[in-house]
């Protein structure tokens, strides 16, 4: 399952006539909130790839927001305090091990989900001081360490693994 505070709302079809209500329930009626809408596509259609990359995936809801007045007993960086909107995916695999092996089974996914760009100018609550998924402590070039030391880490994307489930 994956965990995030970066707004992947799945919208479907953005072609209708104003005013309309998405399947994630939010009511557009004018170029503005076509604009979030299409951006929250863009951030679910990449987090779909990224996941594709290594299997193909099935899930049998989209993403769920949750509004959380606390932060601190999931996995994202202390640098993000107080009530904040996040979003839960819950997806299956065909095959066991794609995104890692027994000891840790999201490993892949770490890796392959870390600063990787998304659109933040959606329904995002937290302040996301890089515009990318972050789900490990910043290493790399300068800059990003000293980000993510003055922030005190700002991991705002993790995986929870539930066990094999046959579908």
């Known amino acids: 399952m994956m965990h995030t505070l970066v707004d992947i709302s799945k919208n479907g ?25 299409r951006d929250q596509e863009s951030n679910f259609n990449t987090m779909i790839q990224m996941l594709q990359m290594r299997g193909n995936i099935t899930w049998e809801m989209p993403p769920q927001m ?17 009530k904040h909107n996040t979003w839960h995916f819950q997806f299956f695999t065909e095959q066991s091990g794609v995104y890692g092996d027994m000891t840790d089974p999201t490993q892949h996914l770490v890796e392959d989900f870390n600063l990787v760009p998304m659109i933040t100018n959606c329904t995002n609550t937290a302040h996301l001081p890089i515009q990318t998924f972050v789900t490990q402590d910043l290493q790399g070039t300068d800059e990003q360490k000293v980000i993510g030391a003055l922030a005190g880490g700002v991991i705002n994307t993790y995986f929870s693994y539930a066990g094999p489930t046959d579908k």
């Open 13 to 37: 079809n953005l072609r209708n006539t104003f005013p309309f209500e998405t399947p994630a329930g939010d009511v557009i009626e004018d170029k503005a909130t076509l604009r979030i809408a």
């Open 66 to 82: 949750m509004e959380l007045p606390n932060l601190g007993n999931h996995g994202f960086s202390s640098y993000y305090e107080g």
